[in-house]
């Protein structure tokens, strides 16, 4: 099975790359879809998130690429033949928000699976990585 894992990415923490070797183990191919997100003020389009992802990968990951999309997560999924979304989670606030997407992609036709953080990871975010202009010390998984 096809998984996907969409975000804006800006930028690629620890605990994304994480959640994309986590799922590798889950399923047959994950697509890391990069989308921009207005309302989290982007500090990169979609192209250059794709491939500042893609440079942080480990090549030997090849059941992983990485694409740029601009459209519906669950759009993807029906033109990709793609299962199923995956959503890493770090906290309480985060599932909340994370179910009503998941249900509303689950009424498109595409199920969710959630992805606990790490409890070392669960305090990064990109928002914070971002206000620190720094990348926490390592992004490997």
Avoid at 3 to 23: I, K, L, W
Avoid at 29 to 53: D, F, R, Y
Avoid at 131 to 141: E, I, K, R, V
Wanted: net charge neutral; proline share 7%.
């Amino acid at each position: 099975m096809r998984a996907v894992y969409p975000g804006s990415f800006d930028p690629f923490t620890a605990g994304h790359a994480n959640v994309v070797n986590r799922a590798r183990g889950l399923f047959d191919e994950v697509v890391v879809l990069v989308a921009v997100n207005g309302t989290k003020h982007p500090t990169i389009n979609e192209q250059e998130g794709a491939a500042a992802v893609r440079a942080i990968l480990p090549v030997e990951w090849t059941s992983v690429t990485v694409v740029a999309w601009s459209g519906l997560t669950s759009a993807y999924c029906r033109s990709h033949d793609v299962g199923v979304i995956v959503r890493g989670v770090r906290n309480t606030t985060d599932l909340q928000a994370e179910c009503q997407l998941a249900a509303m992609n689950q009424s498109l036709g595409v199920p969710t699976v959630f992805l606990p953080a790490r409890p070392e990871l669960a305090a990064v975010s990109s928002t914070a990585v971002r206000a620190l202009g720094t990348l926490p010390p390592s992004t490997q998984p």
